[in-house]
Structures are given as C-alpha cells and as structure tokens.
C-alpha cells in the first residue's frame, strides 16, 4: 500500500489522541511532534512541514478548545485539513473533453515511468470513453518506441511512432497531425527522459512543445529519488511549464514524501499516482481521498469509481439472483471481477477500516488461489458452468475431468465446488421474488 509505514504511524497518534481523558497543550505537542517526524522520515519537506505544524497550532486555539469529544475532533480535523493542503496546491488541472482533440507531452527523467504510464493514462481515459492514443516521440533511448508498441497492443490504444526517423520533434509533430485528423479525444505524447544539466535535450522538449502545443503538459515524478524530485520538478517547470504532475512508484517507495514536496514547491497539483507496474496500476488522485485513506478512513468515493470504471460483469448474476439461482457461470463471472478489481490490500485501503484488517496478509497467496480457481471453472462444459454445482456431487467423475484439464488437484476443484454450493443455497433463500434481492429490486 502506499505509505503503508506512514499511515501508520499517522492511525496510531491521532488514535493515542482519542483515547486520552482531556486535551491540553502538552497532548497536542506530542501529536504534532509525531506527526512531523513520519513526514520528515518519508521526506517531505522540512519548510513544508514547519508550515503545517505552524498552521494547526494558528488553527488551534488550545486555551478555548472545548474539553472531551469535540475538542479531540477539532484537533483531529485540523490535522485532516492541514494534511490536504499539504498534497493540494488549489490549482484545477486541465481535463480532457469528448469531441475535441487534447493533446498531452508527458516530460521527466530517464527511468521515470513515462512510458508506462502513458499507456496506462490512455487505457484510464478510453474507459472514460473517450477515444485515445498514444505518440512515441522518444527516440533517444533504444527499446523506447518497442516498449511503448507493445504496451499499447496490450491495452489495444492505437499508436504513431517511427524506425526510421530519428527527429522527435517530426514524429510528434506527424503523430498528432494524424490523430487530430482521425478525430481522438486523447493524444498522448511520450517523449525522452532528460536529466536538468542536459541543457540540449531541454532546448529540444521546448522545440516539441512548441511544435505540437500541448493542452497539458505533465511531469512525472519518481517517488524513489527522495528529495531529489524538487530541484528536477523545479528545472523542469522554468523550461516546460507542465500544468500536473503523475507521481509513480509510490507503491512500496518510503521516501515519496520528496515527490510530495516537489509538487508544493511548483504550485501544481497531481493528477495521477502509479502504484505498480500493471497496467492497471494508476489511481486518481484527489487530496481528501488521498489523505483519507492514509489515515485508514478509507475512501468509498474511490472506490466506487474504480469499480465503475472496470465496467465489471453483473447483469446475468443479479438477473439469476433474484430467480433465486447462483450458477458455476456466475460464480466464474465474479472471479473475473474480482481479478480486475486489483490487489486485495489496494481495494482494502478503499473500505473504512479494512487496511488495517488487511496487515500481514499477503495479496500474492490470495491472487495466485483464485487464479487456480478460474483455471478450474474455464475447464468445465456449458452445462456445467450453467448448474449450481449439484452435478459434481451426483457424478464425481466430473470433478477428476476438471482436475486433470486444468492442471489442478481434486480437492482444489471440490473446494471451488464447495464454495459454489454454499453460494447457490444462500441465493436460494436470499433470492427470488419473496427474497431480499427480490425485493430490492436488484437493479444492475
Ligand atoms: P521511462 O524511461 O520514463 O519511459 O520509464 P519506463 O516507463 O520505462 O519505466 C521504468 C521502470 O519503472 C519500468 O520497469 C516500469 O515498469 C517501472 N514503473 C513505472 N511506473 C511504476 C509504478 O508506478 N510502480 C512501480 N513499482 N514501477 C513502475
């Protein structure tokens, strides 16, 4: 999870706060004293992290705090919204429309994730429906245009780029004339990484950006460099003036606080955060979702974006439910959501509580068991997909067909069956018209 360690340390002060008796100077000292030392050991600023401990206690006027519950949520509020500030710099960043071309240069460093996430923005914003692609105007590093190909085959994003070639400034040039004129939405374009003391490869980003005029330029930022990110962000916002910024490898990085900072110190906001190599692996970013989630509050809103966004398969379950039915097919259907939907613990940060239920357990044991269980139903016969499961116990040769076709054991097919049984019997009193389903209507 992102700032696991943090949010932490964040949950268990402010939870020491809510369990003292009264609030008095000397509490509220000791929370800020704590709070500022994980934002410093993650490598937030040290100014950025004076200015917030200053602003709570400006907030706080600790003399004429009330004394019990609304007093400790006072204090905890101010630390919410001084949290907020910290990672939103109150700048809207520009959204792209249906029905007028948007063109995005994605700048940053060698390494940074530029092309990855290019084609993870592109795959983000189709599911949004508007129809996007990609430009490969990387041409200084070997491999960039390859990478970028085969990235945008897999998420089936139509791209533009050259072998032959060897001007960036044409092929995005080309790249873009030719989509406008194909009538996308989104044109993404991925250009060189480039360091600030490479003055001649910065001249030549201002030289495509002037060519191309993009809607937004974004930067993105890699959470590992620690500190380093703000004197970078700063080089490059004297040259490209980018508009947001993506943050990536946040996932696992302690030290992305400096990222964090780098954005303040720019005045622009964030728009994406990459938490993972996957293709799926770019979030939203919102700064009260954001916090809210460090915190362990969890963020339902989040969550049910995401689970809209994956278009995920539910009208078949939901008819069949309220027939009182659960069948091996929609069992399978659900399986299929559910390996869409991401890693258990990134969903569990969504729901309030849940993150912290989640410690200690591991997504890759979970993902790899449900894996073997799609395996298991996608080797079964229409018939057996359609029937609650039944068929297995009355034929059990069934049960070793599926085994062996799916390269799985017998227990493991029995377990799955198992679990398809006790699903079929609780629709069955769930469901139907009489059932609570059936009354609620079931809307898809
Ligand atoms: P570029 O040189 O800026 O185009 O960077 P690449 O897109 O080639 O990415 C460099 C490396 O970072 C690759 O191995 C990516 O898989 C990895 N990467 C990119 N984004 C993320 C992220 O959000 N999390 C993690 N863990 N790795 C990432």
């Known amino acids: 999870m992102v700032f696991a360690d943090l949010g932490r340390r964040l949950n268990s002060a402010l939870g020491d706060f809510s369990k003292a008796t009264s609030v008095n100077e000397e509490l509220v000292d000791n929370l800020l004293k704590t709070i500022c030392t994980a934002l410093?050991?993650?490598?937030?600023n040290v100014r950025l992290v004076q200015t917030l401990r200053s602003n709570i206690k400006k907030k706080i006027n600790i003399s004429n705090l009330p004394q019990g519950i609304n007093g400790k949520r006072i204090v905890q509020k101010t630390v919410f919204d001084e949290l907020c500030t910290l990672v939103d710099p109150q700048v809207q960043a520009f959204t792209p429309k249906k029905g007028k071309p948007s063109v995005i240069m994605m700048v940053g460093l060698q390494g940074s994730g530029k092309t990855t996430t290019c084609t993870k923005l592109a795959l983000q914003y189709q599911r949004k429906g508007l129809k996007s692609c990609l430009v490969a105007a990387d041409t200084f590093r070997a491999g960039a245009f390859d990478q970028l190909k085969q990235n945008a085959i897999k998420a089936r994003v139509p791209f533009y780029g050259s072998y032959t070639e060897t001007d960036p400034v044409v092929i995005a040039q080309e790249g873009v004339e030719k989509f406008k004129k194909d009538r996308f939405d989104v044109i993404i374009v991925d250009t060189s990484g480039r360091h600030q003391q490479e003055k001649e490869l910065f001249a030549e980003m201002v030289e495509i950006s002037e060519a191309i005029q993009p809607d937004q330029t974004i930067m993105i930022l890699d959470a590992s460099i620690g500190q380093a990110?703000?004197?970078?962000?700063k080089a490059f916002k004297e040259t490209a003036n980018f508009g947001a910024v993506i943050i990536t490898k946040l996932d696992g990085h302690a030290k992305g606080g400096g990222a964090l900072s780098a954005v303040a110190a720019t005045n622009t906001p964030i728009v994406f955060i990459g938490t993972g190599e996957h293709i799926n692996d770019l979030e939203k970013f919102s700064p009260r979702s954001f916090i809210s989630k460090?915190?362990?509050?969890?963020?339902?809103?989040?969550l049910m974006e995401h689970v809209q966004s994956l278009n995920l398969d539910k009208k078949n379950m939901v008819k069949n439910l309220e027939q009182g039915k659960f069948t091996v097919r929609d069992f399978r259907d659900q399986l299929g959501n559910i390996m869409k939907l991401g890693p258990l613990s990134k969903m569990a940060s969504m729901i309030p509580g849940m993150s912290n239920m989640m410690q200690g357990m591991n997504d890759e044991d979970g993902a790899i068991r449900m894996k073997r269980m799609l395996y298991i139903v996608d080797s079964m016969t229409e018939q057996e997909l359609d029937s609650d499961g039944l068929t297995f116990t009355q034929q059990p040769s069934r049960v070793f067909r599926v085994a062996k076709g799916s390269g799985t054991s017998v227990i493991e097919v029995e377990e799955t069956i198992s679990q398809v049984r006790i699903f079929a019997q609780m629709a069955k009193t769930m469901g139907?018209?009489?059932?609570i389903l059936g009354k609620l209507g079931g809307n898809p």
């Not at 990110?229 to 962000?233: G, H, N, R, T, Y």
């Not at 139907?432 to 059932?435: A, C, E, I, Q």
């Open 40 to 44: 410093l050991e993650t490598d937030v």
């Open 229 to 233: 990110a703000e004197p970078q962000a």
């Open 294 to 302: 460090l915190l362990g509050m969890g963020d339902l809103e989040g």
């Open 432 to 435: 139907g018209k009489d059932g």
